[in-house]
């Protein structure tokens, strides 16, 4: 049987598992996707190899480490400098991938044209490498970073050549707010100095809760109609994970049912 897993710290609360169990069952492929909570993330990534395992999904706060492995990546791995998605292929060799950036984008593009719009990322953690190559492809008009601490924003802006802007900054006037801080996860607000929003603005927040997360309430009284959480991006990526892993993408209307599957369960 082949074997899958998350592996990061914390991972207890992870819904990958049931999104790659449901995409197995649909397509018809038996696997087992279980999830590996750990502090020392290169002996259980070896641990889980050596004892047969076939792809792992990494997350907080291992995403940089998993790209330092000693690994073939990919060009939007290497574009990124972290990884989520790791295998092995026939020969016993490690490869690393990066699927956060077209999860979001895919997810993204149900809602809006990314080409055109100015964007807005809040926050320079793993998850933002991942997405800002991803983003950049798609040529908005303007792609700016702010972070709480300034530096992390002005790496990635000087890395990716996008802007680097401060949480002091006007930062009024975007199209697009993406919140890749993990703040909603504590019911807290990255400080920014925006005081109102386009009603054609979107407000996009990488984490997801059950109810809307504080980030998109604030949006949504800023003036922003569309106001959207990260489960969509979850299950994107997770697909785009399957696909490399198995050869085999879940068509739309199964990422479609298992995201309103995931809702409803939240
Ligand atoms: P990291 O730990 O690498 O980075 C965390 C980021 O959040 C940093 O920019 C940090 O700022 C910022 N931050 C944390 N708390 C606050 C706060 N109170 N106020 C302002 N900024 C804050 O995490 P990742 O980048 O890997 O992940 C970020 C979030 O995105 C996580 O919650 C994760 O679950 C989510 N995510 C969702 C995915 C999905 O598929 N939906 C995929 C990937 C990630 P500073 O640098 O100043 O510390």
């Given amino acids: 049987m082949l074997r899958f897993a998350v592996i990061g710290n914390p991972v207890e609360h ?7 169990h449901y995409f197995a069952e649909q397509l018809g492929i038996e696997l087992i996707y279980s999830k590996i909570e750990t502090t020392h993330f290169e002996s259980a990534c070896n641990g889980f190899f050596l004892e047969g395992g076939a792809g792992l999904n990494v997350t907080i706060p291992y995403k940089q480490q998993a790209f ?6 990919t060009a939007r791995c290497n574009a990124a400098k972290a990884a989520n998605t790791l295998w092995l ?25 990314i080409s055109d719009k100015s964007i807005l990322l809040i926050g320079a953690g793993g998850a933002s490498r991942g997405i800002i190559p991803a983003l950049k492809q798609q040529r908005p008009s303007r792609f700016s970073i702010v972070n709480r601490s300034a530096m992390k924003a002005i790496e990635l802006a000087n890395e990716f050549s996008i802007e680097a802007r401060h949480v002091d900054d006007d930062l ?55 106001c959207v959480d990260g489960l969509g991006m979850l299950v994107e990526q997770a697909a785009e994970s399957f696909s490399v892993w198995l050869g085999s993408m879940p068509a739309p209307e199964l990422r479609k049912n298992i995201l309103q599957k995931l809702r409803v369960g939240l």
């Fill in 14 to 20: 992870s819904l990958s598992p049931q999104i790659h």
């Fill in 172 to 226: 009024n006037g975007y199209d697009l707010l993406i919140n890749s801080t993990s703040a909603s996860l504590d019911f807290v607000l990255p400080s920014v100095n925006i005081d109102y929003l386009d009603e054609g603005a979107i407000a996009y927040d990488c984490v997801y809760h059950r109810e809307p997360t504080v980030f998109m309430l604030w949006a949504q009284k800023l003036g922003a109609k569309t």
């Fill in 68 to 73: 330092a492995l000693d690994a073939n990546h």
């Fill in 89 to 113: 292929d026939k020969n016993g060799k490690l490869h690393a991938d990066n699927t956060d950036g077209v999860g979001i984008v895919r997810d993204l593009q149900k809602y809006t044209d």
